[in-house]
Structure formats: structure tokens, C-alpha cells
């Protein structure tokens, strides 16, 4: 067997027909094993019953098929599967999308989730599928001029949908505004960064928000996505969480029970590469940890200070009592040598006495 052939037993299969564009063939094999040729219109050697079910894809976007967006807007194509067929659901089939129905495929979405995208078509491109409305969905992020073209769903390479002329008209830049320009906030509190933006709608703008670090480089801290999705760099929680205040045109990022590790300058990004002027988050210590600071610095500057005059206190006092001791053993030594040369002086007066005549008659 060769690999156009499968070997299936007893079971039944979903069989697209290519001489038929509009229609799918279900296959039940009612004896077994048989052989089923992918070249070929019928499998050999099996009895069949072979039900057709007429199949429709109805191409379908949020907006109308002629779709004009302004640079930098996130557009969403809507792409509906419609079957009289209760088992045709888009998460059973692979979709494509291409620019026309002749040409290459420039985006796909299989079965398992995997999304493939064409050289030239970044992340910017988003595929997925709704199993509710038995829907495909293919969101353009950002666009650009270069993104205007016609996007058109297909199935097994037969069967697409009507297809969505996409028209991307070049906008003024928007002009990021950020406020305050620092912004001080006392340790375990809130802060909340604001962005407004001119020239262009929050609500159909990805705004991505950096932050840097003195003496480090700018990082990325999280993408609020025109849809509302966040996305958060790793070792991000949701402490810091994005909000679009349409009313007012602007973006806001709040960043709750604030650390010293927060200090930094944000930057709010649209477009890629149009930032804000940035804010200055300062996270000043609290006065409670201030005070529990200010005691153990003191604590650690006087009781050095305390042994220290404990030490040479100590060392003073022993100085003394050992200079003490050593003055009253010289005293008794004096003492004692001076009693030998007193008797020596007396004996030596008395040797100068005169002795008279009368000292040897008495």
C-alpha cells in the first residue's frame, strides 16, 4: 500500500469530492477491510453507502465587506461556516486564507491550533476560530498601507468564502501624552499612570506599556490590546493592569501595592515605535518602615558607640587597679631595705661616739 492509500475497517470517514466544489461525501464502510485511494472517486473493494450533503462557507466580517480602517486600527475579518451537516464544525477542519482565490496560501489554522504564516506576515495576524458561531476569525493588528489587499477564507483548496477588500487609508500619527510627569507614591499604595492620545481611537489602538530602569534598558512591561486582551511580560502580575478611558482618549496603567522595586520611568507605545514623553514613578518608603528604619540605624550607631565606652572604661578601671597593685608592692619593698641601713647609720654614729673613761668604769 502506498502512501495515497489508507486501509480503514468498519468505520466511517469524511471524504471531500473534487469534481464537486459545493459538496462533501460522507463515506460509511459497511464491510471490511477495504482500501480507500485518495486518487481515485470511489474506494475498491468495499460496499458503500455514500450520502452527499450540500456544504456552503459564507464569508462574513464585523464590519462590511468593503473595509476601510485607518492606519494603525486593529480590523477583525469574520469568516462563517455554514452546512446542513450537524458535523461540519470549524474546529474538524484546517481554514486558509489567501489574497485571491488563485493564489498561494498566506495564513493557515489547523486542526491542533498550529498557525502558519507566509514569509512576509508577522504575529501581527492572528488566526483563530469560535466554535459557538462555527466561525473562523483572522485580526489584523496595527495595519499598515501594505496591508490593504483582499483576504478570502478557503477549505481543502475547492471551497471559499466571498472574500473582504480591505482598505488601510494613511492617518496622522497619533501624539502621545503622558501626565504627571512624576508621579510620587508612598510604599503599599496606588499609582496610576495616564496616556492620552490624539489622532487616533483608544479603542481600536494596541497600546504597549515599557518601563526603564535607572541604568538598565528599556523593558517591556505589558500589551493592552485593542480587542482588551492583556498580555504581561513573565515576573509581571496582575498588580499592574491596563484600562482605556475612551471618554477621554487615553490609556491608564494602575500599579497596585507599589514596591521600591517599582521605581522606574513608564512609557506608553502605539504604532510600534510612537511613544509618550514618560512618567516618573517614585515609591517613597513608608513612615511606618521609615520610623522601624530610623531605630535600627540608630540602634546600630550607638551601641557601637556604648561598647566602645564600655570597653575602655573596662580597660581604664583594670589599668588603675593593676597600677595600684604595683605601687603598694614597691611601698613594703622600700620598707624593708630601709631598716639595714638605719641599724648600719646607728652603729656608724656609735662608732663616732667618743667613749670617755667613765662609760669603761661603769
Known amino acids: 500500500m502506498d502512501d495515497d492509500e489508507s486501509e480503514y475497517w468498519g468505520r466511517s470517514i469524511n471524504w471531500p469530492n473534487g469534481a464537486k466544489k459545493q459538496t462533501r461525501i460522507t463515506v460509511a464502510i459497511l464491510s471490511s477491510p477495504c482500501t480507500i485511494r485518495k486518487k481515485v472517486q470511489e474506494p475498491e473493494g468495499c460496499y458503500l453507502q455514500v450520502e452527499e450533503q450540500p456544504l456552503s462557507i459564507n464569508h462574513q466580517v464585523l464590519e462590511p465587506p468593503s473595509l476601510v480602517v485607518r492606519e494603525g486600527e486593529t480590523v477583525e475579518i469574520r469568516c462563517v461556516l455554514n452546512s446542513t451537516n450537524v458535523n461540519d464544525i470549524v474546529k474538524s477542519f484546517h481554514v486558509h486564507w489567501y489574497n485571491s482565490r488563485n493564489g498561494r496560501i498566506k495564513l493557515s ?119 482588551g486582551s492583556v498580555r504581561r511580560r513573565p515576573g509581571f502580575t496582575e498588580r499592574f493592569q491596563p484600562f482605556k478611558d475612551a471618554s477621554n482618549s487615553s490609556f491608564i496603567l494602575t500599579v497596585t501595592n507599589v514596591t521600591l522595586n517599582d521605581s522606574a520611568v513608564y512609557y506608553c507605545t502605539v504604532w510600534g515605535d510612537i511613544r509618550g514623553n514618560g512618567t516618573q514613578l517614585s515609591v517613597a518608603i513608608s513612615q511606618m518602615k521609615e520610623n522601624q528604619v530610623v531605630v535600627m540605624y540608630l540602634a546600630w550607631i550607638i551601641l557601637p558607640l556604648v561598647l566602645g565606652v564600655l570597653a575602655v572604661t573596662g580597660a581604664i578601671c583594670l589599668i588603675r587597679r593593676r597600677a595600684s597593685g604595683s605601687h603598694q608592692s614597691s611601698q613594703s619593698g622600700a620598707d624593708d631595705d630601709q631598716t639595714p641601713g638605719a641599724d648600719y647609720e646607728n652603729i656608724s654614729v656609735a662608732r663616732n661616739v667618743p667613749v670617755s673613761s667613765d662609760s669603761f668604769l661603769g
Request: proline share 4%; net charge negative.
Open 109 to 227: 489554522l489547523y486542526d491542533n491550533g498550529v498557525t502558519y504564516r507566509s514569509p512576509g506576515f508577522s504575529d501581527r495576524f492572528q488566526l483563530s476560530r469560535n466554535n459557538t458561531s462555527n466561525s473562523y476569525s483572522l485580526t489584523i493588528r496595527e495595519v499598515k498601507i501594505a496591508d490593504s489587499a483582499n483576504y478570502i477564507c478557503g477549505l481543502w483548496g475547492t471551497l471559499f468564502g466571498n472574500g473582504t477588500k480591505l482598505n488601510v487609508t494613511i492617518a496622522n500619527p497619533p501624539i502621545l501624552i503622558q501626565f504627571p510627569r512624576l508621579e510620587r507614591v508612598t510604599e503599599g499604595h496606588t499609582a496610576r499612570l495616564h496616556c492620552s492620545m490624539e489622532n487616533a481611537e483608544v479603542g481600536n489602538t494596541d497600546v504597549h506599556w515599557y518601563r526603564e530602569l535607572p541604568g538598565q534598558d528599556m523593558e517591556w512591561v505589558l500589551t493592552h490590546e485593542a480587542g
